[in-house]
């Protein structure tokens, strides 16, 4: 690179002034400008760099995506962008001395520009970001998104899925038994007298009531497919899919000694046992026979309408 001897400190003083690791290297690819950002942040002074070849002070980017920037630029004059998504920390960079002890890079970007000069002599600029704070803010962000996600899908007071979840899902699962000529099963369920328990006990240990159901139930569900949800006030639904209806029936049979055995008091409970149960109604389609999800899902409401006129606290299938 051919300047002045002037103008040598007055390169280096602005290229010094830059908040980003900036460096040249020749056709040799030997370092002939480093400022004082790589010096802090490499531990490698300036005066340790000139006329050393850049993979002797980085050895490890031999055979590296960085070495092949570099090779482009040098060779072909094309500039590279290295981006911290696939090169989150190429080069032994460090934020603080705190950082270097532990051993933790920062994140960085690092982008590789042929210079043109107007001669026949090749150079490449090579500038490295700390990409640290936006890379952490990212983070954040995309944990925000999931916890947001989770919140839209979660009900709010049991902490299973809701009637948007349980939407999106009977949708999902009724095409694909369609496609896949699979069974699926769908069950409707409430507490029993449920409207008394709440005017007999109060709202607050009706809530509780609630979440005590909802918290057994949901484990009883062990396959990733399966769906537990509040359907809506004290109705939950349950998605089975590759689940005939005589499997069906029996988890809800299950389901229903599940609840019993919780015991909780129900005084205003109009049978001979004063305890809180609950009525399953199940609806099931055939090997390749799903209809559509109205279909299914007004089938499971009839089934629990006949299993609360039958008595409550059972399962009625259809």
């Known amino acids: 690179m051919k300047c002045s001897v002037e103008s040598l ?23 002939v400008l480093w400022n004082r950002w790589m010096g802090q942040h490499s531990g490698v002074l300036d005066a340790e760099t000139v006329e050393r070849n850049f993979f002797d002070l980085f050895p490890e980017q031999r055979g590296k995506r960085l070495e092949a920037a570099i090779g482009q630029a040098l060779r072909s004059n094309l500039p590279s962008l290295l981006s911290q998504t696939l090169n989150r920390w190429p080069l032994p960079l460090y934020s603080s001395k705190a950082a270097a002890e532990k051993g933790e890079r920062m994140q960085q970007q690092i982008t590789v520009t ?27 962000l995309r944990e925000q998104a999931v916890a947001l996600r989770s919140q839209t899908l979660l009900d709010d007071l049991t902490g299973v899925a809701n009637r948007r979840h ?8 009724t095409r694909r038994a369609r496609r896949m000529g699979t069974p699926l099963s769908l069950m409707m369920l409430d507490i029993d007298f449920f409207k008394a328990y709440n005017d007999h006990y109060g709202h607050q240990q009706g809530d509780a009531c609630l979440e005590a159901v909802a918290s057994t139930l949901s484990t009883m569900q062990q396959r990733p497919a399966d769906l537990f949800a509040r359907y809506g006030g004290e109705e939950f639904a349950v998605i089975l899919p590759d689940t005939p209806g005589d499997a069906a029936v029996m988890m809800a049979n299950a389901m229903c000694r599940k609840v019993r055995d919780l015991r909780i008091p129900h005084q205003a409970a109009r049978m001979d046992e004063r305890i809180v149960t609950i009525s399953i109604g199940v609806a099931s389609s055939e090997s390749g026979q799903a209809g559509e ?10 089934a629990l309408y006949q299993a609360k006129a039958c008595g409550r606290n059972r399962v009625h299938s259809v």
């Open 9 to 31: 400190p007055l390169l280096q003083g602005v290229i010094d002034c830059i908040d980003v690791g900036t460096l040249v290297l020749d056709a040799g690819e030997r370092v």
């Open 114 to 140: 042929p210079l043109n000069l107007g001669n026949n002599e090749r150079y490449c600029l090579i500038q490295v970001a700390d990409v640290s704070a936006a890379v952490q803010r990212e983070n954040l």
């Open 166 to 173: 349980f939407d999106m899902a009977i949708d999902r699962e």
């Open 293 to 302: 999800v109205y279909e299914l899902i007004n089938a499971a409401d009839r």
